[in-house]
């Protein structure tokens, strides 16, 4: 499996560059995974109980969740649309123990393929990052999140768990330099 890491763009427009640094990020969890056993996936860094298997399915989830189902307003996708979140509020995390590494990294490249597609789809129509996601977060509160605000915080989010995913990869089999 090849995986192709992008560098962050030095200059671009503001989309570009947000882009590029979502774009690195998603290729650096995916980098910090390859290689791995099904079972070093599962493994934990204690006292935490995150998993790289756990981080790839739950970035999936996110990616899904803000750019299909907020930012399009698509329905969730398999397989949040059953999920039993009032069970479980982590399911994402917790439900991808003794899943492949394969299934695992599939999960997240649909997702970013449908994210992608639904983040083009929004840009062609409208190009102005200030532009509102189709599902408000509260409405009662009149809180609706930009486009802007998706793109930094998918950088954010990715950008946290790539810290979290240096350290599990490397208390499992003391890779650093992915």
Same mark, same amino acid.
């Given at each position: 499996?090849?995986?192709?890491?992008?560098?962050?763009?030095?200059?671009?427009?503001?989309?570009?560059?947000?882009?590029?640094?979502?774009?690195?990020?998603?290729?650096?969890?995916?980098?910090?995974?390859?290689?791995?056993? /099904?079972?070093? #996936?599962?493994?934990?860094?204690?006292? +935490? %109980?995150?998993? =790289?298997?756990?981080? !790839?399915?739950?970035?999936?989830?996110?990616?899904?969740?803000?750019?299909?189902?907020?930012?399009?307003?698509?329905?969730?996708?398999?397989?949040?649309?059953?999920?039993?979140?009032?069970?479980?509020?982590?399911?994402?995390?917790?439900?991808?123990?003794?899943?492949?590494?394969?299934?695992? /990294?599939?999960? #997240?490249?649909?997702?970013?393929?449908? +994210? %992608?597609?639904? =983040?083009?789809?929004? !840009?062609a129509a409208d190009p102005d990052l200030a532009q509102r996601v189709a599902r408000p977060r509260d409405p009662a509160k009149g809180e609706t999140a930009t486009l802007r605000w998706v793109?930094?915080?998918?950088?954010?989010?990715?950008?946290?768990?790539?810290?979290?995913?240096?350290?599990?990869?490397?208390?499992?089999?003391?890779?650093?330099?992915?």
């Amino acid at each position: 499996m090849t995986i192709e890491r992008p560098e962050p763009s030095f200059s671009d427009s503001e989309v570009g560059m947000l882009r590029s640094y979502l774009d690195h990020f998603r290729a650096t969890v995916r980098l910090q995974a390859r290689g791995l056993t /099904d079972a070093q #996936l599962d493994q934990t860094l204690p006292p +935490s %109980d995150l998993t =790289l298997g756990g981080m !790839l399915k739950h970035l999936a989830f996110v990616e899904d969740y803000w750019f299909s189902y907020n930012l399009a307003a698509h329905e969730p996708a398999p397989p949040w649309d059953t999920a039993p979140w009032d069970d479980d509020p982590d399911w994402d995390w917790h439900s991808a123990a003794g899943a492949s590494h394969a299934e695992l /990294d599939g999960l #997240l490249v649909d997702a970013i393929t449908r +994210s %992608d597609a639904c =983040l083009d789809s929004v !840009l062609a129509a409208d190009p102005d990052l200030a532009q509102r996601v189709a599902r408000p977060r509260d409405p009662a509160k009149g809180e609706t999140a930009t486009l802007r605000w998706v793109l930094v915080h998918m950088v954010e989010e990715y950008a946290r768990h790539v810290g979290h995913a240096d350290l599990i990869r490397q208390s499992i089999d003391g890779a650093m330099d992915i």
